[in-house]
């Protein structure tokens, strides 16, 4: 991948270019980092450039630094809704996972989270203190901030049902608050979705007043309960498809005799239809050839156009653009 550096910082060398500080960040900009280990199916390429801040001075300094240089900008977050491209993605890839502040206003039952905040510890947090609402989160591998983004959801329940208002940082620098009537918020879907307003943080309301025992056995159900139905700890992007309701996407796959099927080293997983796995050697070319496959077939089959829920981002050795 080329460098389109303008004016690259003093120290550094263009032959090898190694991590660089903004001035005064703590946290360095790496290039050429390998992002298929930043999500969860471990497929992609590379970053041009990439930073996890844990501040928010080394966020806003990675961006205004970016904007200099005239890099686009592409935000993750845990990376469990992702499908990399091979060829990877060009300027500063940042990612918010590490952004984590947490405050909490329990007699009121608002709390107040920073978008890496990741989901499964925030809802064990929010039981333990006998705050109930948010025990269907347990399950979803992601941060908050990506939750806001795809209005992420299980048992019935999702983040716009909790959202008070969300903190973004518009593509001018500037911070906004916006409320949850703002957001467009449907079936895993928000108008945050291909914009370009990066999540700070979200103001959350909860119930309060329950024994701490049976909000915590409520969750522990809820993760159970997606144990025993997911290849959960194995490499996916989650779904693949959104449901076209009222029919679910795994059951249209499944019964069209999808499960198993298989692309190199990408293969719709064998628990749950709406599911593919990496194996280990799985690129996104084989995902995107098992992607267009089962579309495909379940088209043919049913007469029903599913819609990938997974986010296509970066660049892809193929045209994907009848997936987005
Ligand atoms: C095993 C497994 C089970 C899953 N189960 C569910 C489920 O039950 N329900 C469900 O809804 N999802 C589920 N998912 C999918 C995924 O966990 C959710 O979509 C989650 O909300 C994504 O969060 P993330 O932080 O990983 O976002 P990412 O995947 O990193 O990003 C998703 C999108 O959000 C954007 N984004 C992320 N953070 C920010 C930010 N701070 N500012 C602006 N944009 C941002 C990205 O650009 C991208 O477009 C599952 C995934 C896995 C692997």
């Given at each position: 991948m080329?460098?389109?550096?303008?004016?690259?910082?003093?120290?550094?060398d263009l032959a090898n270019p190694g991590p660089i500080h903004i001035l005064g960040a703590k946290c360095p900009?790496?290039?050429?980092?390998?992002?298929?280990?930043?999500?969860?199916?471990?497929?992609g390429g590379v970053a041009e450039w990439y930073m996890a801040p844990r501040l928010l001075d080394d966020l806003y300094g990675a961006l205004a630094w970016a904007n200099s240089e005239g890099l686009p900008i592409t935000v993750l977050?845990?990376?469990?809704?992702?499908?990399?491209?091979?060829?990877?993605?060009?300027?500063?890839?940042?990612?918010?996972?590490y952004l984590r502040d947490y405050h909490l206003d329990g007699s009121l039952g608002i709390v107040k989270v920073a978008a890496g905040f990741p989901l499964p510890k925030l809802a064990w947090e929010l039981a333990s203190?006998?705050?109930?609402?948010?025990?269907?989160?347990?399950?979803?591998?992601?941060?908050?901030?990506?939750?806001?983004?795809?209005?992420?959801?299980?048992?019935?329940?999702?983040?716009?049902?909790?959202?008070?208002?969300?903190?973004?940082?518009?593509?001018?620098?500037?911070?906004?608050?916006?409320?949850r009537s703002a957001l467009g918020y449907s079936y895993r879907t928000s108008c945050l979705q291909g914009s370009s307003q990066l999540v700070l943080g979200a103001t959350l309301q909860l119930q309060g007043g329950e024994d701490p025992l049976l909000v915590r056995r409520r969750t522990d159900k809820h993760l159970k309960q997606r144990h025993g139905t997911q290849p959960y700890h194995r490499p996916s992007c989650g779904s693949v498809f959104r449901n076209p309701?009222?029919?679910?996407?795994?059951?249209?796959?499944?019964?069209?005799?999808?499960?198993?099927?298989?692309?190199?080293?990408?293969h719709v997983a064998n628990e749950h239809a709406n599911f593919i796995l990496n194996s280990g050697q799985g690129t996104a070319q084989d995902a995107i050839a098992v992607i267009r496959h089962v579309r495909d077939v379940v088209r043919h089959r049913w007469d029903v156009e599913l819609q990938p829920e997974v986010k296509l981002i970066g660049e892809f050795s193929q045209d994907v653009s009848d997936l987005w």
């Amino acid at each position: 991948m080329i460098f389109s550096h303008s004016s690259p910082p003093p120290s550094m060398d263009l032959a090898n270019p190694g991590p660089i500080h903004i001035l005064g960040a703590k946290c360095p900009l790496y290039p050429q980092i390998p992002l298929a280990k930043m999500t969860t199916l471990r497929v992609g390429g590379v970053a041009e450039w990439y930073m996890a801040p844990r501040l928010l001075d080394d966020l806003y300094g990675a961006l205004a630094w970016a904007n200099s240089e005239g890099l686009p900008i592409t935000v993750l977050g845990a990376g469990s809704n992702l499908l990399i491209g091979d060829r990877g993605i060009p300027g500063l890839v940042i990612s918010t996972r590490y952004l984590r502040d947490y405050h909490l206003d329990g007699s009121l039952g608002i709390v107040k989270v920073a978008a890496g905040f990741p989901l499964p510890k925030l809802a064990w947090e929010l039981a333990s203190r006998g705050l109930s609402g948010f025990e269907w989160a347990v399950g979803i591998p992601g941060t908050l901030g990506g939750a806001v983004v795809m209005n992420a959801g299980a048992h019935r329940s999702c983040l716009a049902d909790n959202l008070i208002e969300v903190e973004v940082l518009d593509s001018d620098g500037g911070i906004v608050t916006l409320p949850r009537s703002a957001l467009g918020y449907s079936y895993r879907t928000s108008c945050l979705q291909g914009s370009s307003q990066l999540v700070l943080g979200a103001t959350l309301q909860l119930q309060g007043g329950e024994d701490p025992l049976l909000v915590r056995r409520r969750t522990d159900k809820h993760l159970k309960q997606r144990h025993g139905t997911q290849p959960y700890h194995r490499p996916s992007c989650g779904s693949v498809f959104r449901n076209p309701k009222p029919q679910a996407a795994g059951w249209l796959i499944e019964q069209a005799g999808l499960k198993g099927y298989r692309v190199g080293g990408v293969h719709v997983a064998n628990e749950h239809a709406n599911f593919i796995l990496n194996s280990g050697q799985g690129t996104a070319q084989d995902a995107i050839a098992v992607i267009r496959h089962v579309r495909d077939v379940v088209r043919h089959r049913w007469d029903v156009e599913l819609q990938p829920e997974v986010k296509l981002i970066g660049e892809f050795s193929q045209d994907v653009s009848d997936l987005w």
